[in-house]
Structures are given as structure tokens and as C-alpha cells.
T-cell receptor, first 115, second 110 residues
Framework: DAGVIQSPRHEVTEMGQEVTLRCKPI?????LFWYRQTMMRGLELLIY????????DSGMPEDRFSAKMPNASFSTLKIQPSEPRDSAVYFC?????????????FGEGSRLTVL | KNEVEQSPQNLTAQEGEFITINCSYS?????LHWLQQHPGGGIVSLFM???GKKKHGRLIATINIQEKHSSLHITASHPRDSAVYIC????????????FGKGTLLTVNP
């Protein structure tokens, strides 16, 4: 298996622009997580999907952030409008077990820079 | 909320040395993860354990549930082991959320 695939790997955009990050989890995995990593705050959970259904989005910082999982093989994280403080590395991770109890498999991350 | 403390924060070693990174947490957990992140790179899951000890190649992870403590050992360290090692714990019950440590930056010099 190719592992968790994220795109783009790097994104540089200007403040106010819409940003869409994409994730393809490992086939057959039932849990999908979006994390954000910054120097100041480390890794933070943004949202958790179980069987394509959002279970916990309490980590999504503001209404500017939204995430979808239209099917088992694809998820998006959208920021609209983007702000400089959104600059971070965004990781997608998937897990085989329902409820996210199992081992986590992370993607390579999407490094976002908002100017 | 679980507090996760890692030590040391930074560690420099010579190639071939035995490395130990420690992780302590404050509240009972259902599982503990050790993650590896190379500079500018992705995150790789090294171990997930809830008791005892696991070994993979030159890496060994142990956990003592009673003492709320885990260690990650690297035998015969190599420069390619240079990375940030992150401890993360999952609470008991149905808590899927991980609490992350701040990470330990390991540098192995040739």
C-alpha cells in the first residue's frame, strides 16, 4: 500500500485566499484524523472522522476551517479565507480500527505558508 | 487532562551509543505511541503499546503502567536516527484523542 497520501506537499498563498488540502487514507482504514503542527503548539487534533462521519470537530479553530470526507478514500481540509496565523504543517492520519484506537499512519504533511 | 513530559528535550550522541528517551504521563491511559519525525519530514509511528515491551530492529519501547512511564531505547545509534521522537498517550475508555509530548530532538554524530 502507498500509505496515506497528502497533497499538496507545499502551499504558499496570500492572505485571504482559499486553501484546500487533500488526503487519501490507507484503503480499508475506518478512522481519519487531521492534525496541525506548529512550533508553538506542537501537534493539535483538528477533526476526527469515523467511517466518513465527522465525530469530533472541536479542534477546528474557527469557522474559516471546514473538513469533509465524501467517501472512504478522500478527505479535504479547507481554509477560507486564509490568514498568516494558519501557517503550519497539516497532517492527515488514518487508522484501521473504528474509534481511532489503533496504530496511526501519517501522511507526509502539507506545509502551508500564508503571506 | 493528561500531562505528558518527555526527557531529555535535546540529546546529542556519538554513532554507536545506546540512547534512552523517557516519557511520563499523569493520568491512566489505554495506549502510548512513540512517533518519529525527521526534520522537515513526515511522522512515522514507531510503536503503539499498552503494556510490557516491544522491539523492532534496533528500537525497543517499554512501558510501566503502574509508574506511568515509558522509555524508547535505540541500540547502536546511527546518524540516520537523528530526528524528533514524540511520545503520545491515549486516554482510557472511548477517548480517541492523543495528548502529545513536546518531543525529544536526537542528533547522532558520526
Amino acid at each position: 500500500d502507498a500509505g496515506v497520501i497528502q497533497s499538496p506537499r507545499h502551499e504558499v498563498t496570500e492572505m485571504g485566499q482559499e486553501v484546500t488540502l487533500r488526503c487519501k487514507p490507507i484503503s480499508g482504514h475506518n478512522s481519519l484524523f487531521w492534525y496541525r503542527q506548529t512550533m508553538m503548539r506542537g501537534l493539535e487534533l483538528l477533526i476526527y472522522f469515523n467511517n466518513n462521519v465527522p465525530i469530533d470537530d472541536s479542534g477546528m479553530p474557527e469557522d474559516r476551517f471546514s473538513a469533509k470526507m465524501p467517501n472512504a478514500s478522500f478527505s479535504t481540509l479547507k481554509i477560507q479565507p486564509s490568514e498568516p496565523r494558519d501557517s503550519a504543517v497539516y497532517f492527515c492520519a488514518s487508522s484501521l480500527e473504528t474509534g481511532g484506537f489503533g496504530e496511526l499512519f501519517f501522511g507526509e504533511g502539507s506545509r502551508l505558508t500564508v503571506l | 487532562k493528561n500531562e505528558v513530559e518527555q526527557s531529555p528535550q535535546n540529546l546529542t550522541a556519538q554513532e554507536g551509543e545506546f540512547i534512552t528517551i523517557n516519557c511520563s504521563y499523569s493520568v491512566g491511559i489505554s495506549a502510548l505511541h512513540w512517533l518519529q519525525q525527521h526534520p522537515g519530514g513526515g511522522i512515522v509511528s514507531l510503536f503503539m503499546l499498552s503494556s510490557g515491551k516491544k522491539k523492532h530492529g534496533r528500537l525497543i519501547a517499554t512501558i510501566n503502567i503502574q509508574e506511568k512511564h515509558s522509555s524508547l531505547h535505540i541500540t547502536a545509534s546511527h546518524p540516520r536516527d537523528s530526528a524528533v521522537y514524540i511520545c503520545a498517550v491515549r486516554g482510557g475508555g472511548s477517548n480517541y484523542k492523543l495528548t502529545f509530548g513536546k518531543g525529544t530532538l536526537l542528533t547522532v554524530n558520526p
